[in-house]
């Protein structure tokens, strides 16, 4: 005999079965799409994603130079519309390219990745080493690119390009770091030094937009293409370009305000390891305001300031009486300080400084306590380099910011008196190139400066 309570029981554990399987194939498709989705989203898809706002893409009609032609990879002479990539790095559209980009475009004309468009100013540029600036009045931020080093890449690192490639506007390509400090001549004008080499593919429009590590830091800006090569890319390292933009930031600023503050050079190890005060310029805003050298200022305003560029983001836009809040690191110990902009003096106006105008150098008198105590050595004294204008005679000679001018032909250089005095004798183009002598650290360096040339240029 057969149980006939046993069977519905059977048939309800079958169904129950049933039942469960079924749920179990309706999920698993749902369950399989979601994790392939997740791991569609790579490290290169993340780090995309997480610059994509940051990039625009620029155009303009211009008359394309051979320099930009060359390093574009077209033919030269021709009336074209231009294109080109940028990278925010002020949310209030402050945007690095490359000068070669916008240089002759007479309406620079910005899309952004909502599809926004804009046109830019130029700001500012720097043609030794290809770079500019320009500004977007944008309606709402444009997000600054998460930053990364250049100091310690890698070759065979996995890199990722974005740009404008020959028009298609937000092009994204990948490749490795094929090499480190390549010197590279695109043309009579324009040589570059210390590129980043890169199969990432990189064709004209991508110049000026970023190259980034998997991280989704940009790492250098896309520059060059050699004309005729495969997978033959450079790019600027990004420390490099930085520090262009900052000094390029911080003649614009000072040109409007002034705080007497002269920041060291960064590490080349660690551009971002913060910003420490090289001097203070006495009677100004940041001596009344107790800043000393040595001090590293690590805020201003509640923004951490972790690089010179931070520093030139933190005072842009300011003007005459403002008044910055700093965080200041002295000797372990954390000091709250207000810095009150004053009006730039008449002595540091250009172009009636000589200096400037004819040499391309902003300078400033060291008081003769603080000469002995960091110079022990046979000179009496020295005017410290606060600036030094790009494409200058000054630049080209390899000086720099924080160098100490000792001596020009036979006559020291202790005050602003000594320089005017020599920059105004009726001789003084006769001597060209004029020797000059400048204390960099504890040596003693020397150079000629060649006059002639720099007064043709100014007429």
Same mark, same amino acid.
């Given at each position: ?11 309800? &554990? ?18 399989? &799409? ?66 070669? /980009? ?32 320009? $500004? ?25 390009? /974005? ?139 509640? $923004? ?6 931070? &520093? ?6 300011? $003007? ?79 000086? $720099? ?26 001789? &003084? ?31």
């Amino acid at each position: 005999m057969h149980d006939s309570t046993a069977r519905p029981k059977s048939n309800v &554990f079958r169904l129950a079965l049933l039942g469960l399987g079924v749920s179990i194939l309706t999920l698993l498709p749902q369950a399989r &799409f979601a994790a392939g989705s997740e791991l569609r989203k790579s490290a290169i898809v993340k780090a995309v994603q997480n610059v994509r706002a940051s990039v625009v893409n620029i155009r303009g009609e211009k008359t394309l130079s051979a320099t930009a032609a060359q390093a574009s990879g077209t033919e030269a002479n021709r009336h074209v519309n231009g294109m080109g990539t940028g990278v925010a790095i002020d949310p209030r559209g402050y945007i690095i390219t490359n000068h070669h /980009v916008v240089d002759g475009v007479k309406e620079i004309q910005v899309t952004t990745f909502d599809g926004e468009r804009y046109t830019a100013r130029l700001i500012a540029r720097d043609t030794e080493t290809d770079l500019a600036i320009i $500004k977007i009045d944008a309606a709402k931020e444009v997000p600054a690119i998460p930053l990364g080093s250049s100091a310690d890449l890698m070759p065979g690192e996995e890199v990722i390009a /974005v740009g404008n490639a020959f028009g298609y506007e937000h092009t994204v390509t990948r490749g490795i770091i094929s090499a480190l400090h390549r010197s590279v001549q695109v043309s009579d004008a324009q040589f570059y030094e210390d590129l980043i080499q890169t199969d990432a593919s990189i064709n004209p429009g991508n110049s000026g937009g970023p190259l980034l590590n998997i991280d989704g830091e940009m790492i250098g800006i896309n520059v060059a293409v050699r004309a005729g090569a495969q997978g033959i890319g450079f790019a600027i390292p990004v420390d490099k370009a930085m520090a262009v933009a900052a000094n390029l930031l911080g003649n614009r600023s000072g040109n409007r305000f002034w705080h007497g503050v002269t920041l060291a050079p960064e590490k080349s190890s660690d551009p971002t390891d913060g910003v420490t005060v090289a001097s203070v310029e006495p009677k100004s805003p940041a001596a009344e305001a107790g800043l000393k050298p040595g001090d590293a200022i690590a805020k201003i305003g509640g $923004k951490e300031i972790r690089s010179r560029l931070d &520093f030139q983001r933190a005072v842009l836009e300011r $003007k005459p009486g403002d008044v910055l809040e700093l965080e200041v690191e002295r000797s372990k110990e954390k000091i709250e300080a207000e810095l009150k902009l004053a009006e730039l003096p008449e002595r540091l106006k250009s172009p009636q400084q000589p200096a400037w105008e004819l040499l391309g150098l902003e300078l400033r008198a060291i008081p003769a306590e603080e000469f002995k105590a960091k110079n022990q050595t046979r000179y009496r004294g020295g005017l410290s380099l606060v600036a030094v204008r790009p494409n200058s005679p000054a630049a080209n000679q390899g000086l $720099k910011v924080g160098d100490v001018l000792v001596g020009m032909h036979i006559w020291e250089t202790i005050s602003m008196e000594n320089i005017s005095y020599i920059l105004k004798r009726p001789d &003084f183009a006769s001597l060209s190139p004029v020797k000059f002598f400048i204390l960099r650290g504890e040596e003693t360096l020397y150079g000629y400066l060649p006059l002639p040339t720099l007064r043709t240029a100014q007429r």
